[in-house]
């Protein structure tokens, strides 16, 4: 299913990747397993959601989530102050992983060699029976093909699948595949329909940054101080990476 260059029942469109948890932190792949948000995936979503929320007409917004809880509990902080109910889809879910789901970056080189060096040179990884990057933009797109008339949506979602849905979107082939870095950990992407399809206005978005001068925003650092968004165990980009996130590079 290609939506390339067809309109979907919105305009616009905003891709946000759920808050951190304790196994993004640690470099533990979840695939489709559940870990929560951590204490600093819920201070990320409590400070982006009135960023979103003061860019999106309230009451008008369509905001859908994957059923996994690390998404919902991202989505719920936007929905509390848009006044609209959370859809929720598990169409949405992360990229399944298979036998991987679970596994730190180093467990699965160590065990399953030769499908982690498919995977670190962008390859499809066969016998880990998971799925396919088509299988994961297939469903994804069924998601927003379904979704009501509306000026704007937001999808709450995961790295890999938010990878595979930009590009299905922008018509991307698999060599075009990790095209676009990552999302960071409550970063997003957002998209708007013009006359000859889909065009990326933004990417892998975060709050605004301090300038010269002014000083610091409060609460606006990344995890360890950094001011961009960290990514490094996700199965999206595939680059080796220290022990962080690996369900960012699906």
């Given at each position: 299913?290609?939506?390339?260059?067809?309109?979907?029942?919105?305009?616009?469109?905003?891709?946000?990747?759920h808050?951190?948890?304790?196994?993004?932190?640690?470099?533990?792949?979840?695939?489709?397993?559940?870990?929560p948000?951590?204490?600093e995936?819920?201070?990320?979503?409590?400070?982006v959601?009135?960023?979103?929320?003061?860019?999106?007409?309230?009451?008008?917004?369509?905001?859908?989530?994957?059923?996994?809880?690390?998404?919902?509990?991202?989505?719920?902080?936007l929905?509390?102050?848009?006044?609209?109910?959370?859809r929720?889809?598990?169409?949405?879910?992360?990229?399944?992983?298979?036998c991987?789901?679970?596994?730190?970056?180093?467990e699965?080189?160590?065990?399953?060699?030769e499908?982690?060096?498919?995977?670190?040179a962008?390859?499809?990884?066969?016998?880990?029976?998971?799925?396919?990057?088509?299988?994961?933009?297939?469903?994804?797109?069924?998601?927003?093909?379904?979704?009501?008339?509306?000026?704007?949506?937001?999808?709450?979602?995961?790295?890999?699948?938010?990878?595979?849905?930009?590009?299905?979107?922008?018509?991307?082939g698999?060599?075009?595949r990790?095209?676009?870095?990552?999302?960071?950990?409550?970063?997003?992407?957002?998209?708007?329909?013009?006359?000859?399809?889909?065009?990326?206005?933004?990417?892998?978005?975060?709050?605004?940054?301090?300038?010269?001068?002014?000083?610091?925003?409060?609460?606006?650092?990344?995890?360890?101080?950094?001011?961009?968004?960290?990514?490094?165990?996700?199965?999206?980009?595939?680059?080796?990476?220290?022990?962080?996130?690996?369900?960012a590079?699906?």
């Amino acid at each position: 299913m290609t939506l390339g260059t067809a309109a979907l029942p919105v305009p616009r469109l905003l891709i946000w990747r759920h808050g951190r948890t304790e196994w993004n932190a640690t470099g533990r792949f979840q695939g489709q397993l559940d870990p929560p948000l951590d204490d600093e995936g819920r201070r990320q979503a409590a400070r982006v959601a009135p960023y979103l929320a003061a860019d999106l007409p309230a009451g008008e917004t369509v905001v859908v989530s994957s059923d996994l809880s690390r998404a919902v509990e991202t989505a719920e902080e936007l929905v509390r102050l848009l006044g609209v109910r959370l859809r929720v889809d598990p169409r949405l879910r992360e990229h399944g992983l298979g036998c991987w789901e679970g596994l730190t970056r180093d467990e699965v080189a160590e065990r399953y060699p030769e499908q982690y060096a498919d995977w670190l040179a962008g390859r499809p990884v066969r016998g880990r029976d998971g799925e396919d990057a088509a299988q994961v933009a297939e469903r994804a797109l069924a998601t927003l093909a379904d979704l009501p008339e509306a000026p704007v949506a937001v999808v709450v979602t995961h790295g890999g699948t938010a990878g595979r849905m930009l590009e299905a979107l922008l018509g991307l082939g698999a060599e075009h595949r990790r095209a676009f870095g990552s999302l960071a950990n409550c970063a997003w992407s957002e998209l708007r329909f013009q006359e000859r399809g889909w065009r990326v206005v933004r990417h892998n978005s975060w709050l605004p940054q301090p300038v010269e001068g002014v000083g610091p925003l409060p609460d606006q650092a990344f995890p360890g101080g950094s001011r961009q968004p960290r990514v490094g165990a996700a199965p999206e980009e595939g680059a080796p990476a220290g022990a962080s996130d690996a369900d960012a590079v699906l």
